[in-house]
């Protein structure tokens, strides 16, 4: 999943993918995946151009990541309000 603001999309124009990440891009964990894997998934997608990268546990727990810092931290920088827990069960 991803987020991409209005600038963001006039840049994809024509193309069938993006050039760059979009500005927010959302990882949903499965049972498989383990601590490296994600470790590096969040360096390419900030390699790629995301500002912020969110992580979703299967308990619907999110955590998020700024572009630069290692640590998750307490809210997305881009949509302050975002809820750090969802309800999986209406989804």
């Known amino acids: ?23 927010i891009c959302v ?4 049972p ?10 969040i360096a390419l997608y900030f390699d790629a151009g995301a500002s912020e990268v969110w992580i979703c546990s299967d308990s619907g727990g999110i955590r998020f990541f700024h572009r630069g810092e290692t640590e998750p ?15 999986l069960r209406s989804a």
């Open 32 to 41: 498989g995946n383990i601590d490296a894997e994600i470790r590096e998934k």
């Open 1 to 23: 999943m991803a987020w991409a603001s209005a600038e963001r999309i006039r840049e994809l124009g024509n193309h069938v993918c993006f050039l760059r990440s979009p500005e």
């Open 27 to 30: 990882e949903v964990l499965s």
């Open 73 to 87: 931290k307490p809210a997305s920088r881009l949509c302050p309000g975002f809820p750090t827990q969802i309800d």
